[in-house]
């Protein structure tokens, strides 16, 4: 039976962990003749010193969020060149990702995180692996760490960024425009924005973790044109909080980890005011729902947040400024949803819809 592998890092569940979930779910329903397994590298290479290092990311994010922004844009995202080295990360991990994958005798490999992938990509370089890999982009942009010499295929977000791997010299035919994988429990939906409705529907989400600013945003969430459907996340202080407020416009959800049940609330609101992680992005795109930006992490978030607005499929708000009044102006202007819609769509029609095992059939016959 062949076997397939799937890399994202650290064992925090972020999006590298939802994405690889979904595209594990997918290939068990579809085939039986492949087995999966994912397996965190940092964990695998140093065992509990990952609970260490998961904390002190948690705490820069925290309390420390311009410093990591800054540093994260210098280290990931200036412009290098594509034969760059990073030799301390090679240092730190090689050894291991290289014990990992023979005993795994792996036949597809698939990195849904930029440092494993850029382990790889030594290797295929040193004819070294002979798995067929894939990178599983789950932001919507790529970051300077990712590996790309050697890498066989690329699952893209949109476009744009298969237009930036063409000109560092990609094959075209090698990647795909998947937008980042959400799952089959996200069925798509044509949306209609719900102008005109006695009261609007917002899914106000502040990240699994409930990190961020999701508490001081409740302050402003106070309105008899607007419920407010609020996921806490694994907060279940402030899911307690808002139970004993009982706040009429105020809904607050517990941790929601059944997919099903989540595209099933998806369903019920009318739009989402978010962070911008790539994940839920892409669950909200998929779901043709109105997304409202609010106050980004630092790092990856805030260039989601930059791409998004410059596709024009994301609508940032200041949340220390009339946030009501933003959303509901969204909402009383037809012509601005037409434009939003229309981007939605455009978005849309670059993906290729193709089931995951129909993609993973052409892979592996490509590189017999």
């Not at 001081?216 to 909080?241: F, M, P, V």
């Not at 200041?318 to 981007?343: A, C, I, M, P, W």
Request: aromatic share 12%.
């Amino acid at each position: 039976m062949d076997k397939a592998l799937f890399l994202p890092f650290m064992q925090i569940q972020t999006g590298h962990h939802h994405v690889a979930d979904a595209l594990i779910k997918e290939i068990e329903s579809s085939r039986n003749d492949m087995s999966c397994e994912k397996v965190d590298i940092l964990s695998y290479s140093y065992g509990r010193m990952e609970n260490v290092i998961s904390s002190a990311y948690l705490n820069w994010i925290r309390y420390f969020p311009d410093s990591y922004d800054w540093l994260y844009r210098f280290a990931a995202c200036k412009k290098a060149p594509l034969h760059n080295r990073r030799y301390f990360y090679e240092a730190l991990f090689l050894y291991f990702f290289k014990r990992l994958t023979k005993r795994h005798d792996v036949r597809i490999l698939f990195c849904t995180h930029a440092l494993p992938s850029y382990m790889a990509s030594v290797l295929k370089m040193k004819n070294k692996l002979p798995s067929v890999t894939v990178n599983v982009y789950t932001d919507f942009f790529v970051n300077n760490v990712w590996g790309i010499e050697g890498i066989d295929y690329h699952f893209v977000p949109t476009l744009a960024v298969k237009n930036y791997l063409t000109a560092k010299g990609v094959r075209p035919e090698a990647i795909y425009v998947t937008g980042i994988p959400a799952g089959y429990a996200f069925q798509p939906k044509e949306g209609h924005i719900a102008a005109g409705k006695d009261m609007i529907k917002v899914l106000v989400t502040g990240g699994s973790l409930g990190v961020g600013s999701l508490r001081n945003l409740l302050t402003a969430l106070k309105s008899d044109k607007i419920h407010y459907y609020i996921l806490c996340g694994k907060n279940d202080t402030l899911y307690q909080e808002l139970i004993r407020q009982e706040q009429k416009s105020v809904t607050p959800i517990p941790y929601i980890t059944n997919k099903a049940e989540m595209n099933q609330l998806y369903d019920q609101v009318d739009a989402v005011l978010t962070k911008p992680g790539g994940v839920t992005i892409s669950e909200c795109l998929l779901k043709r729902k109105p997304i409202f930006f609010y106050n980004p992490l630092p790092g990856q978030e805030r260039i989601n947040a930059e791409q998004m607005k410059r596709l024009g499929t994301a609508i940032p708000v200041d949340k220390d400024s009339k946030l009501e009044e933003q959303l509901l102006h969204f909402f009383t202007d037809e012509n601005r949803q037409n434009v939003y819609q229309g981007n939605v769509n455009a978005y849309h029609r670059q993906l290729d819809r193709r089931p995951l095992s129909d993609l993973l059939e052409e892979m592996l016959d490509k590189k017999h």
